[in-house]
Structure formats: C-alpha cells, structure tokens
C-alpha cells in the first residue's frame, strides 16, 4: 500500500491562504467583530464550560446560575457536601457526574495554588504554557482550556473548536476527514497568522460556528446559498461540480 504523501509547505501555505479568505467571507457574512458574550473570569468561566458538556446552552445557564445563587466562593463550592452541589447544578446534564468533577477540579487547583482557587495567574503565562497547565487538570481538553482563556476576561488568544467550527472545517478541506475535534485544535490554530489578538481569534471562531449554525447544517448544508462554496470540496461535490458564486 503506498504511503500517503506528506503535505509540503506549499500545500501548507495554501491552507493558511484558504483559511484567511474564509475567515475574511464569514466575517463580512455574519457581521464581525463579534461581541464577547459573558464577563467571567478564568475560574468561573471553567466551571461554566465544563457544566455546558453535553448540555444545551438554556439549561448549563441555569445551573451555572444556579450554583452562583447557592454557594458565595468557589472555595465553598468545593468543600461543599456533593449532594448539595449537585442539587445545585441540577438543570444540566448529568449533575450526579459534573458536581464530583467539579468539586475535582477546584481542589486540584486549590492544591496547586496553594491559596484560595483562582486562575488569574493564567493571564502572566505564554497561551502555549497556559493551555498546558489548564489541560494537565484530568478532564480538561484542548476546547475548555481554549475557551477558559478566549472567552473569561482573560482575553488571550486561544482557539476552541466546537462541533459546527469542526464540520465547517472538515467540509472546506482545512483539516483531513479523519481528524477528531480536540486534534483539529492545533491544525486549525496553526493556519491562523501567529501575531492575532484575542479579538480577531473569537471572530473567526465565532464565523465558522455561525456558519455551521446557520448555513453549513449537519444534514443538509444549504450550499447553494454558501459564500464559501468555490473553495469547498465538499460542497462542490454535492452540487455535482457546479460551483455557483
Ligand atoms: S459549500 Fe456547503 S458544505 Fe461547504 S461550507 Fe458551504 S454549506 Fe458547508
């Protein structure tokens, strides 16, 4: 079986070329710079994420505020009695699982901070070294870590890959058809310019996750309306080759 060719740095070059033409056409689509949507900080900001897994946004809103309401520290959520945390955080999915983990979580952070649980120090950490120490928490992946840093009020320039971002992704032939959400992370923050600020970071995340949203649909991607469909393969194929702009 012959050996799969590996890419050069001029397929490589095409990529980043193609990923900026894409990010500039969603943009413009979907109305960037896009707004940040919450003012958390780091830590809570974590916690927030790590109840949305599996969980629709209303319902990991609730508990999220919820668990605010009931406890006035994370401190306190963690030495908390589980069963009231989980009574707590009972909007979400599998509250039974999430209040262990979390009460998990803030005590392996407190261990380490050897104080009180924050996550502040984070923002004096190169993004590579503050993704490090946030993934080395057991169950924290490449999109938590990413969005615990983009999206709190620590502003830095990590990229979360979502399912839409993912599809959207795979589909324009930015990263092959085998690779995985958490693997996609660094392919897909290796095509970005090096030098982004966290502002141009969230719009593109935010345009492919709206595009994924709003026109490239898990079922039935509406290619025909698409301002991407000449540089996506997929979409091309569908269409039978017909490349409509
Ligand atoms: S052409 Fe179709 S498959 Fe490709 S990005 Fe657009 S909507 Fe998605």
């Known amino acids: 079986m012959p050996a799969s060719p590996t890419p050069t740095l001029a397929d490589f070059a095409t990529l980043q070329a193609k990923a900026l033409l894409v990010h500039e056409r969603l943009c413009a689509q979907y109305g960037a710079p896009f707004r940040f ?4 900080d780091a830590l809570s900001e974590l916690i927030s994420s790590l109840l949305s897994h ?3 946004n209303a319902d990991s809103h609730r508990a999220y505020q919820q668990l605010r309401a009931r406890f006035p520290t994370w401190d306190a959520v963690r030495d908390a009695p589980t069963a009231e945390v989980e009574a707590a955080i009972s909007p979400c999915t599998w509250p039974e699982q999430k209040a262990p983990r979390l009460q998990a979580v803030l005590r392996e952070i407190g261990e380490r901070c050897g104080g009180p649980c924050t996550l502040d120090f984070l923002a004096d950490m190169p993004v590579a070294e503050a993704r490090a120490w946030l993934e080395s928490i057991s169950g924290v992946g490449p999109k938590t870590s990413a969005a615990t840093l983009l999206f709190s009020t620590l ?19 930015l990263i092959g058809p085998k690779v995985g959400e958490g693997p996609a992370h660094k392919l897909l923050e290796a095509l970005l310019p090096p030098d982004w600020d966290a502002q141009q970071v969230y719009d593109h995340h935010e345009a492919f996750m709206y595009h994924g949203q709003k026109c490239c649909y898990f079922h ?9 469909l000449d540089q996506c393969p997929f979409g091309q194929a569908r269409l039978g080759g017909v490349v409509k702009l």
């Open 37 to 40: 949507f919450n003012e958390l």
């Open 54 to 56: 599996r969980t629709k």
């Open 155 to 173: 502003r830095i320039a990590a990229m979360p890959v979502d399912s839409h971002h993912h599809r959207v992704a795979q589909r324009l032939g």
């Open 220 to 228: 039935t991607p509406a290619c025909g309306r698409c301002v991407v």
